[in-house]
Nanobody
Framework: VQLQASGGGLVQPGGSLRLSCAAS????????MGWYRQAPGKQRELVAV???????DYGDSVKGRFTISGDNAKKMVYLQMNSLKPEDTAIYYC?????????WGKGTLVTVSS
């Protein structure tokens, strides 16, 4: 079982990035996939999740700016991040909940700075 995130990098305030996460080793549909982030000195927090049925949920700080989408067949999840702010700087972790078990990827760094 593996979650491989990609798409992080350095972007200026107001810019956009798209994160992708590829899940492998899961035999059946993944119940929930999403993104969490952890900034230096802070706890890990919810960014966005999407269920296998397409229901989404977002952290308050990203609502209206970030959009999560998933592809069950490909076992992929994407995070479109627009209007990025310096406070969005963090390591972004892909997460999958599979029949009650939570799996984590290694994370990808997003830095928002001029």
């Amino acid at each position: 079982v593996q979650l491989q995130a990609s798409g992080g990098g350095l972007v200026q305030p107001g810019g956009s990035l798209r994160l992708s996460c590829a899940a492998s080793g899961f035999l059946l549909n993944i119940n929930l996939m999403g993104w969490y982030r952890q900034a230096p000195g802070k706890q890990r927090e919810l960014v966005a999740v999407v269920s296998s049925g397409g229901t989404t949920d977002y952290g308050d700080s990203v609502k209206g700016r970030f959009t999560i989408s998933g592809d069950n067949a490909k076992k992929m999840v994407y995070l479109q991040m627009n209007s990025l702010k310096p406070e969005d700087t963090a390591i972004y972790y892909c997460n999958a909940v599979y029949y009650g078990v939570s799996y984590w990827g290694k994370g990808t760094l997003v830095t928002v700075s001029s």
